[in-house]
């Protein structure tokens, strides 16, 4: 029953102007990458979060129009009536499920590239469009404003006949037509749209009177808004224009989500935010202007947070993208008392580098996320066992754990055999490394799940050979062997060992085994792997008083981290601690005098001065046993499979999910299993006639 746990509060309903919520839950608009191609698949994610217990679900940002057009991004589109029947898939759903659901309106001005409708670009002033492309949008007249104004009012409506019972005007992120008028770095009009605040908060004015007006109280109005984009006084800040918005429109909209810009300040990653809650210093004055209801975010995880938010009448409504990705069942969870099972966010953002990639969102935490559809994947259910009784997991990484814990929730009896002294492989390795201490909560979480149960056996320091493998007697095998970092340099620029001439050579394995590069000279950290975790070593070395030089074939230092929208605090980051960054330069050898380098376009030479290098290239996967086990003991076993890294290096979410897919698939029947991969939604050949 809500409130036996201590957090009722939480539990409370909240009127939205004629909707009233179950609880106080918000999931706010995020991106899926499904979208308007896959509206199957995006009502699934949306109606599993109201399963799960998120009393408001939102979609994600909605094209209104065809002059913001964001292909090849797949947003939501309200373009005319023929958009309403995929958005009324996931407003029944939801329904279905005791939710309400939301909609964010958009014309995103400058930051739409109209890449497939080929329409003009409108922005708030003459600029060049976001993306690097040679294209720029042309200040909209009067007349681009009243059919801004009418569209938007046009699709208004259609999201009312889609039944959404919350609909957003969406000024934040940097990313809108309202958000571009309110900023004066963007808006250098000088006719009544732009100068002054009070001029520059008219078009949001506009729409959220024309909204109100043709929705006519059938639908709850909601307004987001970033107050503040974290560059000081270069840009609106909280205490004084973002404050002052609020108090123009106090009581206009229904409902005030609030968050701060650019989408990277909003979604910061836990490297350089490891806080929950991090935006309320930039949004809490909001409850203090308005007396409507206020939802916020910070990448809530913790329920005493929550419960002491609305209890201090900070937010009324507690807002979430990435938890509620993360984890669907969160309120559920905290409402049942079961706070020690949420699958916490771990700030990583590579459901944002789904976004960015264009291809269907995914979470480390949770590898069910966008396979709701597709595979049928529930985040809390899964199928009984079925003939077998008993299998080993090998190895306790990301992978492992997962599939340990999966098979477990199944009715196997498992055990789970780890080499190491410690469970959690590379999860646990990376996480003592500086800013990655929350991805331990992937191992914890899963290691507390495993220890409650009654059917699995784990073990550490147990490095199992072949035969006694196979002397167990157990006949299903899963190998989560892992991968180890090549030493040799090979990689992405050269496929063959480099010459190191007797230089001391280390591998980020060494690094998170305590084993650092001496201090008698600078370290070249060579980074042709270019994702997260040269940074990440670079800096961890750093801070160990150790100078070092970062060389990358990539234009720019971790080029990855682009996708989680880091890249910037990443350079930033090594620059003020005092590494130097050579970017587009390849390793070709180093001797006890030093390292040589090359200009990837020229071939011209740079001599390199370091004592040590600490090679971040590629990885070897741990085959070993596997391959032992195939060769002389292969008779002895049902399932022997290779999973996570040692199957193909990757992420973690991508190891999460290797080990996940396996005890899923595991005693099905295999062409049942392949056919997952081709379940898609095809276009339909029906010509729309543009009507």
């Known amino acids: 029953m809500p409130g036996a746990n201590g957090y009722s509060v939480l539990f409370e309903p909240v009127k939205i102007g004629p909707v009233t919520t179950r609880n106080r839950f918000f999931q706010v608009p995020h991106c899926t990458g499904l979208g308007h191609v896959r509206p199957q698949a ?43 029947p995929a958005l009324r898939l996931m407003t029944e759903q939801v329904h279905a499920k005791g939710s309400l659901a939301a909609i964010q309106l958009a014309h995103n001005g400058h930051h739409a590239m109209n890449h497939l409708t080929r329409a003009p670009v409108l922005g708030v002033s003459d ?28 699709a208004a409506l259609r999201a009312r006949d889609a039944g959404f019972d919350i609909v957003y005007v969406y ?9 571009h008028f309110l900023l004066p770095q963007y808006n250098s009009r000088s006719d009544e749209y732009g100068g002054s605040l009070q001029n520059r908060v008219r078009l949001t004015r506009e729409l959220l009177e024309d909204t109100r007006e043709v929705l006519d109280g059938h639908c709850a109005v909601a307004f987001r808004f970033a107050v503040d984009q974290m560059i000081g006084t270069d840009g609106m800040q909280a205490g004084e224009e973002g404050r002052a918005v609020v108090e123009m429109l106090a009581d206009l909209p229904d409902l005030w989500d609030v968050n701060v810009a650019d989408w990277s300040n909003d979604s910061q990653t836990t490297r350089f935010q490891p806080e929950d809650g991090y935006q309320l210093p930039y949004t809490e004055f909001v409850k203090q202007v308005t007396s409507k209801p206020v939802v916020g975010v910070g990448r809530f995880t913790s329920p005493d947070l929550m ?94 754990l997962e599939c340990a814990m999966q098979l477990a929730r199944r009715g196997y009896q498992v055990t789970l055999a780890e080499a190491s002294g410690e469970f959690g492989g590379r999860v646990r390795k990376e996480s003592r490394l500086k800013g990655l201490s929350a991805w331990k909560r992937v191992a914890d979480n899963r290691l507390w799940d495993l220890q409650q149960r009654g059917n699995v056996q784990m073990f550490t320091g147990s490095l199992l050979t072949a035969a006694e493998v196979a002397d ?14 090549h030493r040799d340099g090979r990689g992405r620029t050269s496929p063959l060992a480099l010459a190191m001439g007797g230089m001391p050579v280390f591998t980020p394995d060494d690094i998170m085994d305590g084993l650092l590069p ?46 989680t929208l880091e890249q910037h605090r990443v350079q930033a980051d090594l620059l003020q601690a005092g590494v130097e960054i050579i970017p587009l330069h390849a390793l070709q050898s180093a001797d006890a005098s030093g390292a040589l380098l090359s200009c990837i376009y020229t071939s011209r030479p740079r001599r390199v001065d370091c004592a040590s290098v600490l090679m971040v290239t ?22 022997l499979e290779l999973i996570g890294d040692a199957a193909a290096p990757g992420l973690i979410a991508d190891a999460v999910f290797t080990g996940h897919l396996a005890a899923r698939n595991f005693e099905r029947d295999p062409e049942a299993a392949d056919a997952d991969w081709f379940r898609r939604e095809l276009i339909s050949l029906e010509d729309m006639g543009g009507a």
């Open 618 to 639: 590629s990885r070897q996967r741990g085959t070993a046993l596997y391959d032992d086990l195939t060769a002389h003991h292969a008779d002895r076993f049902t399932t």
């Open 171 to 179: 000024a934040g992120h940097q990313m809108t037509l309202a958000h």
């Open 307 to 400: 419960a002491s938010l609305v209890s201090r009448g900070v937010l009324d409504l507690i807002g979430a993208a990435r938890p509620s990705i993360a984890d669907p069942f969160l309120p559920k969870k905290i409402e049942e008392g079961r706070i020690e099972e949420i699958r916490e966010c771990i700030g990583c953002n590579i459901c944002v580098s789904a976004d960015n990639l264009g291809v269907p969102i995914r979470c480390t935490q949770n590898p069910t996320m966008g396979e709701e559809w597709r595979r049928k994947w529930h985040p809390e259910v899964i199928a009984p066992k079925q003939q077998e009784e008993a299998v080993l997991v090998v190895g306790s990484g990301p992978a492992g």
């Open 42 to 84: 995006e009502a699934a994610v949306r109606a599993m979060k109201a399963e799960g217990g998120w009393s408001v679900v939102s979609t994600q940002e909605t094209e209104i129009h065809p002059t913001s057009d964001l292909g090849p991004y797949a947003e939501h589109r309200l373009w005319d009536k023929h958009d309403v």
């Open 518 to 563: 001496p201090t008698d000279g600078p370290v070249l950290l060579y980074d042709d792997d270019q994702g997260y975790i040269g940074g990440v070593l670079a800096s961890h070395l750093a801070a160990a008083d150790r100078k070092v030089v970062l060389a990358t074939p990539g234009a720019v230092a971790s080029a990855f981290t682009e996708l």
């Open 472 to 485: 167990l007697g157990i006949p299903n095998v899963f190998l989560a062997t892992g991968s180890s970092w």
């Open 127 to 154: 600029r060049p469009i976001d993306v690097v492309y040679p294209k720029q949008a042309r200040a909209m007249d009067k007349q681009d404003i009243r059919d801004l104004r009418r569209w938007h009012r046009d």
